[in-house]
């Protein structure tokens, strides 16, 4: 079996080259940040504060995430609602950022995800997934762009988007969030030592595909 482990910041495009890579590679794709994002809103959800572990433990037992692919789309279900939509703001992306530094949380999604790579070939994108839940991945990558070229890139896309959002405070989203991901003491955001270095900060997407490519091409024989 197959796996490939692709970690890095937010807005380096982990998730659209994953799950092009996934699709033209045949792989399973596991987006795990939608898990967080999910655990994130069913928080907010709550009432409860994501950052808080006393207020979010309790919380765990009450959720049941499911991942299921529709039409080559990923779908996240939470207690069997559809959230994958409703999970793709900044408040649940900081959500999701608060919760990820919860060990408790870390632990219940880890047995999660270890389980989908037992299930056939995977693509993983994630914080810690060459590093922590899958150690021994076929290929790890470190995905990783300039805060300014990612937060250029996800201010795009909510243009795109029509959605109003100032570019500065994008850049400034993006920069607490690495703070938060790279700073916390649970399974902070690293690269795995084995893990090849990307940085597609002048890169477009098709250069980074095709560099992701030839990456696992490499390792792979594929
Ligand atoms: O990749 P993303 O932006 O959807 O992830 C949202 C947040 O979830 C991210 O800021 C940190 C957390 N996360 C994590 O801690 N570990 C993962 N494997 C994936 C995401």
Redesign the pocket.
Known sequence: MISVAI?GP??AG??TLARQLARDLGYIYV???????AV?LYALRAGADPADPAAVDPLLPGIRLRLAVLDGEQHIYLNGEDVSAL?RTEAV??A??A???NPAV?AF?LGL?RDMARTGNVLM?????GTV?LPDATVKIFLTASPEARARRRWLEYQAAGRPDRYEDVLADVKR?DE??SG?AA?P?RRAEDAVLLDTSAMDLAQSLAAMKQIIKERVGE
């Open positions: 970690d937010a807005g982990k998730s987006d795990t940040g939608a898990m967080y994002r994130g999970i992306g900081m999701a950022s919760v990820g530094a870390r999604l995800q994108d994630g914080r810690d997934i839940i969030r938060q991901d916390r399974a955001l």
